[in-house]
């Protein structure tokens, strides 16, 4: 049975200073335990299967041991005791027959890991029998007996299989730009370079040339910076195949095995496309199979050419495929590239593809590794929005649930209503529901004009849900029976640009709009104004945050910084008070701009790459792009990046600013109650209903400003009565705070309320 107590505001007690506990500051992060990378460039299969993949992190490294499990073995600086480092980049693996493990660095010149776990380095050091001219390393081609390959950007050095270069094996290429090196069956060495092919296949000396200098004939590669030759394999029947990047498109260039030129076009020939990323031989049947920088896959093998697209293969991730390799089942691994990256294997047979099997579908975490929303629902559950129609979910108790398959497009909008109920907005597409309480999908009405591209989704205090669009604001009632659009021309240019950023509700109950080209504003009463740069002073541009403070300052950060408004207008804020950066504000008032803590009482703490242990990222072109940012209700704070993973800092304090506001209040003591208590509070009089709300009634644990999930509503039969409800269950043995606002109010406007705060505590 629910406890019922009467307000009585006859008397007040003095203000109660309640004790912080003391915290511990920590920081985590959660990343897909599928590819870590966000670009990931290469996969290899060493002697036992095992799959090896290669990137960029300058805090994993750049290779890794892939695990199905996500328990991933790295090779960085740590773990290498210093000889794979962490600033350079692993660009070609080779296993050898001895049991030794070889990276081709960029930067740290040639590496080998020993079957007994020895290291040796090649590179440009004093040691004769290991130096090359170049750290920069770009490819390993075994050459069998004779050894290895070892291409750099300056020369190619033979290293034979005892570890030692050479003498007398080296080719300077100081000038040429090399990108790849090939040995064919006739032990002929060629070479691409960003300005042609060299060879020395017509020379009896060794020496190289450019193959339209030593060969006759027209279709032959031409000498030129145009045609950057990436890509060279050679088939079953002794045809070589040459195959320019995207730095140049003319053609794919055969060379037949009596020594004929062939040039094939996209025009001409059975090639879609003909900018060539990545070329493998495969054994089994004699072919060589080729990938494209716009998707496609080529099987070649003679005059025989068989293509195959993007759709032929089932791959939904990535415009272009980066590299491509064979592993020992006949299994063809890609790896796509658009943005963010997937890797692929495909199985053909009969000529059909079948498949594909992606290997990020294999993360038991985050679903993808590019972010674009991310929301904490009323329990505390934490959604993230991400890449190929996926939404990761990480329940209250910590288990893993994956959405995927929500549409062909990425997830670019989260938002939770007062009922607990997840809005999911993808990039194009249908609005979709989630009722959390009860694990259900629900039914949304369409707008009347399909959402042509979005950006994001907000939900007010009312539970109006809004939708940024390229095309206008989108806005859903509460009961989602109707759609308005707001634009620029239905609001007479008060909206700067259809293209919105965020919206905002203010401490009065206005809508900020933040678009590519200024703000707006919508009063309650529904009327709009428009701010555009020059007018009262405002900057204008990008809009992407709004905050206020406590005092009712109200903060707009932008591609121009930050301004804060009044009726008199706008004035600039510099970035040293208040740094540009997504803002959140906590329920005690304190302000996170990005990832500094602007505190209520004027302190300031910045957190960054360093002062975090490197758990939070460093800005660069494609990382540390922070898109969201939420807390839960034991008032962890957690920060979604595009390229990053999810940061999470937990055990700050946040002295709560809500007692300065509420004097405490102590009714007839109470005895511990269960944990699904509901509480009822008698008032003087029956309350207007649009006055009773979890923001002029809410519950945090004592010594905590977060919020903890509870339904306040009236009673259904007696409009006197208030009923606190716990959504998410309290904590046993803890001590809790209702915080009971003055604004409650009758139909008539009378104050029943004053600002008062009650504690209890659970059993």
Not at 419 to 443: F, Q, R, T
């Given at each position: 049975m629910a406890k019922k107590f009467v307000l009585i505001f006859s008397f007040m007690l003095s203000v109660l200073i309640f004790s912080s506990s003391a915290f511990a500051e920590q920081w985590s992060s959660i990343e897909t335990n599928g590819i870590p990378y966000m670009n990931p460039e290469g996969i290899y299969f060493d002697n036992s299967g095992g799959k090896w993949i290669t990137g960029q992190d300058s805090d994993k490294g750049s290779v890794f041991l892939w695990s199905e499990s996500g328990d991933h073995q790295y090779y960085n600086s740590e773990t290498t005791g210093g000889n794979l480092k962490n600033d350079v980049q692993v660009r070609d693996l080779l296993f050898d027959d001895n049991g030794a493990t070889w990276f081709a660095t960029w930067g740290d010149g040639l590496k080998?890991?020993?079957?007994?776990?020895?290291?040796?380095?090649?590179?440009?050091?004093d040691d004769y029998e290991r130096y090359i001219m170049s750290d920069e390393v770009l490819q390993i081609f075994d050459a069998g007996a004779d050894g290895k390959w070892i291409l750099t950007y300056q020369g190619a050095y033979l290293v034979t299989n005892d570890y030692e270069v050479a003498a007398g094996k080296s080719i300077i290429l100081s000038d040429y730009h090399p990108a790849c090196l090939f040995v064919d069956s006739n032990k002929h060495i060629w070479i691409g370079t960003e300005y042609g092919i060299l060879t020395d296949s017509k020379s009896g000396s060794g020496s190289f040339d450019y193959v339209h200098n030593v060969y006759p004939g027209?279709?032959?590669p031409p000498a030129?910076?145009?045609?950057?030759?990436?890509s060279i394999s050679q088939d079953g029947e002794g045809n070589l195949w040459f195959g320019t990047s995207n730095y140049g498109t003319d053609g794919v260039y055969m060379l037949s095995a009596d020594g004929e030129w062939t040039k094939y076009t996209a025009s001409n020939s059975p090639f879609p496309s003909v900018s060539i990323t990545d070329m493998e031989y495969d054994s089994s049947s004699g072919t060589v199979w080729m990938s494209t920088y716009y998707g496609e896959l080529i099987q070649a093998l003679g005059s025989s050419i068989q293509s195959y697209s993007k759709e032929d293969l089932g791959i939904t991730g990535g415009d272009s495929i980066f590299s491509l390799r064979l592993d020992s089942d006949g299994g063809i691994w890609l790896i796509c590239h658009d943005f963010m990256s997937s890797i692929y294997k495909i199985s053909l047979v009969g000529g059909d593809a079948s498949g594909p099997y992606n290997i990020n579908t294999t993360s038991t975490s985050l679903a993808t590794y590019r972010i674009h929303d991310m929301e904490i629902d009323k329990d505390g559950g934490l959604w993230v929005a991400g890449d190929e129609g996926s939404v990761s979910r990480r329940t209250p108790e910590g288990d893993w649930i994956q959405y995927r398959d929500l549409g062909e497009y990425s997830v670019s909008g989260l938002a939770v209503d007062s009922n607990n109920v997840m809005y999911i907005l993808p990039l194009k597409g249908p609005v979709m529901a989630y009722d959390v309480n009860s694990e259900n999908w629900l039914e949304v009405p369409q707008p009347p004009e399909e959402i042509f591209y979005s950006y994001g989704?907000?939900?007010?205090?009312?539970?109006?849900?809004?939708?940024?669009?390229?095309?206008?604001?989108?806005?859903?009632?509460?009961d989602n029976s109707s759609w308005e659009i707001y634009t620029s021309s239905s609001t007479t240019g008060a909206i700067p640009s259809d293209m919105i950023?965020?919206?905002?509700?203010d401490g009065e109950g206005n809508i900020w709009i933040g678009t590519r080209e200024g703000a707006a504003r919508m009063s309650e009463d529904g009327s709009w104004e428009g701010f555009y740069s020059g007018e009262s002073n405002f900057m204008g541009g990008d809009i992407t945050s709004f905050v206020e403070n406590d005092l009712g300052e109200l903060y707009a950060i932008g591609s121009y910084g930050v301004q804060m408004y009044s009726p008199d207008g706008w004035t600039d804020v510099s970035h040293t008070d208040f740094p540009a950066g997504k803002a959140l504000k906590m329920s005690n008032g304190d302000i996170w701009a990005g990832t500094t803590l602007l505190k209520n009482d004027g302190g300031k703490t910045v957190y960054d790459h360093d002062s975090t242990g490197g758990i939070l990222p460093e800005s660069s072109y494609l990382g540390g792009i922070l898109k969201s940012s939420a807390y839960d209700q034991d008032g962890t704070v957690y920060f979604a990046y595009m390229y990053d993973g999810i940061k999470l800092v937990s055990g700050l304090e946040w002295p709560s600013s809500e007692d300065r506001k509420y004097t405490p209040w102590s009714p007839a003591a109470s005895s511990p109650v269960d944990t699904d208590y509901k509480w009822s509070i008698s008032l003087s009089k029956p309350a207007d209903d649009s006055t009773v709300n979890d923001s002029s009634i809410f519950v945090c644990k004592k010594g905590s400003s977060a919020r903890h999930s509870v339904s306040v509503s009236l009673n259904p039969s007696d409009s006197s009565i208030i009923e606190i409800t716990p959504i998410t269950l309290y904590d046993s043995s803890?001590?809790?705070?209702i915080y009971?606002?003055?604004?409650?109010?009758?139909?008539?406007?009378?104050?029943?309320?004053?600002?008062?705060?009650?504690?209890?505590?659970?059993k």
């Amino acid at each position: 049975m629910a406890k019922k107590f009467v307000l009585i505001f006859s008397f007040m007690l003095s203000v109660l200073i309640f004790s912080s506990s003391a915290f511990a500051e920590q920081w985590s992060s959660i990343e897909t335990n599928g590819i870590p990378y966000m670009n990931p460039e290469g996969i290899y299969f060493d002697n036992s299967g095992g799959k090896w993949i290669t990137g960029q992190d300058s805090d994993k490294g750049s290779v890794f041991l892939w695990s199905e499990s996500g328990d991933h073995q790295y090779y960085n600086s740590e773990t290498t005791g210093g000889n794979l480092k962490n600033d350079v980049q692993v660009r070609d693996l080779l296993f050898d027959d001895n049991g030794a493990t070889w990276f081709a660095t960029w930067g740290d010149g040639l590496k080998i890991k020993k079957a007994d776990g020895s290291w040796l380095s090649f590179n440009q050091n004093d040691d004769y029998e290991r130096y090359i001219m170049s750290d920069e390393v770009l490819q390993i081609f075994d050459a069998g007996a004779d050894g290895k390959w070892i291409l750099t950007y300056q020369g190619a050095y033979l290293v034979t299989n005892d570890y030692e270069v050479a003498a007398g094996k080296s080719i300077i290429l100081s000038d040429y730009h090399p990108a790849c090196l090939f040995v064919d069956s006739n032990k002929h060495i060629w070479i691409g370079t960003e300005y042609g092919i060299l060879t020395d296949s017509k020379s009896g000396s060794g020496s190289f040339d450019y193959v339209h200098n030593v060969y006759p004939g027209s279709d032959m590669p031409p000498a030129d910076y145009s045609h950057c030759f990436s890509s060279i394999s050679q088939d079953g029947e002794g045809n070589l195949w040459f195959g320019t990047s995207n730095y140049g498109t003319d053609g794919v260039y055969m060379l037949s095995a009596d020594g004929e030129w062939t040039k094939y076009t996209a025009s001409n020939s059975p090639f879609p496309s003909v900018s060539i990323t990545d070329m493998e031989y495969d054994s089994s049947s004699g072919t060589v199979w080729m990938s494209t920088y716009y998707g496609e896959l080529i099987q070649a093998l003679g005059s025989s050419i068989q293509s195959y697209s993007k759709e032929d293969l089932g791959i939904t991730g990535g415009d272009s495929i980066f590299s491509l390799r064979l592993d020992s089942d006949g299994g063809i691994w890609l790896i796509c590239h658009d943005f963010m990256s997937s890797i692929y294997k495909i199985s053909l047979v009969g000529g059909d593809a079948s498949g594909p099997y992606n290997i990020n579908t294999t993360s038991t975490s985050l679903a993808t590794y590019r972010i674009h929303d991310m929301e904490i629902d009323k329990d505390g559950g934490l959604w993230v929005a991400g890449d190929e129609g996926s939404v990761s979910r990480r329940t209250p108790e910590g288990d893993w649930i994956q959405y995927r398959d929500l549409g062909e497009y990425s997830v670019s909008g989260l938002a939770v209503d007062s009922n607990n109920v997840m809005y999911i907005l993808p990039l194009k597409g249908p609005v979709m529901a989630y009722d959390v309480n009860s694990e259900n999908w629900l039914e949304v009405p369409q707008p009347p004009e399909e959402i042509f591209y979005s950006y994001g989704a907000y939900v007010d205090s009312k539970d109006g849900k809004w939708f940024y669009t390229s095309d206008g604001i989108y806005y859903l009632s509460p009961d989602n029976s109707s759609w308005e659009i707001y634009t620029s021309s239905s609001t007479t240019g008060a909206i700067p640009s259809d293209m919105i950023n965020c919206a905002y509700e203010d401490g009065e109950g206005n809508i900020w709009i933040g678009t590519r080209e200024g703000a707006a504003r919508m009063s309650e009463d529904g009327s709009w104004e428009g701010f555009y740069s020059g007018e009262s002073n405002f900057m204008g541009g990008d809009i992407t945050s709004f905050v206020e403070n406590d005092l009712g300052e109200l903060y707009a950060i932008g591609s121009y910084g930050v301004q804060m408004y009044s009726p008199d207008g706008w004035t600039d804020v510099s970035h040293t008070d208040f740094p540009a950066g997504k803002a959140l504000k906590m329920s005690n008032g304190d302000i996170w701009a990005g990832t500094t803590l602007l505190k209520n009482d004027g302190g300031k703490t910045v957190y960054d790459h360093d002062s975090t242990g490197g758990i939070l990222p460093e800005s660069s072109y494609l990382g540390g792009i922070l898109k969201s940012s939420a807390y839960d209700q034991d008032g962890t704070v957690y920060f979604a990046y595009m390229y990053d993973g999810i940061k999470l800092v937990s055990g700050l304090e946040w002295p709560s600013s809500e007692d300065r506001k509420y004097t405490p209040w102590s009714p007839a003591a109470s005895s511990p109650v269960d944990t699904d208590y509901k509480w009822s509070i008698s008032l003087s009089k029956p309350a207007d209903d649009s006055t009773v709300n979890d923001s002029s009634i809410f519950v945090c644990k004592k010594g905590s400003s977060a919020r903890h999930s509870v339904s306040v509503s009236l009673n259904p039969s007696d409009s006197s009565i208030i009923e606190i409800t716990p959504i998410t269950l309290y904590d046993s043995s803890e001590e809790y705070v209702i915080y009971i606002g003055d604004s409650i109010k009758n139909v008539d406007g009378e104050n029943l309320s004053k600002a008062i705060r009650f504690e209890f505590q659970t059993k």
